[in-house]
């Protein structure tokens, strides 16, 4: 039933929002040098990678170096990609990672392979799930990128405080998966994206 619905809202999203990613694509690539979408090798159910979609905010090149994103304004993202990244416009393109079935609209964000390999063996549970776009963990940790920019050591931090924390919000979702449960956490998604 999660995947029926996951084909229908992606689908109508994709459809409706169209003029929207017209706007945003073309603005990315009017205001800076590069394409307007910007595609990274996640990790995804049972440990297959594929392909994640988002719009570009970064400046080519700056995903060669750090992987976290730190701080409200990293150096590396542009004036444009500040305000799509504010509110969450980049994500939209992952509708289409739903649409065809390598992510759904709401279960554990699918990490990279760097941070994956470091998963205990107890963590490594969440991969026997869709990979989502939102669940409890993306609302948590709405601002995750400014509590790291307040850290000596980002990558540290992340490693060691917030990505545990973040597997056990996804097993919350996980231990308690229902159609009820998936639309309570878009609502809530969106409700976090307005008051933000």
Known sequence: MIR????LLSGLGLILLFPLFLIIYITIRVSSKGPGFYSQKRIGKFGVPFRLYKFRTMRIGSDKGQLITVGGKDSRITKVGYYI?????????QLWNVFIGEMSLVGPRPEVERYVN?????QRVVLN??????DYASIKFSDEN???????DPE????EEIMPKKIEYNLRYINNRTVKEYFKIIFLTFEKIIRH
């Open 118 to 122: 470091l998963y205990t063996p107890s």
């Open 4 to 7: 029926f619905f996951d084909i």
């Open 85 to 93: 990244r504010k509110y969450k416009l980049d994500e939209l393109p």
């Open 129 to 134: 799930h869709q990979p989502g776009i939102t």
């Open 146 to 152: 400014v509590i790291l920019g307040s850290a000596e």
């Open 156 to 159: 540290k931090m992340y490693i």
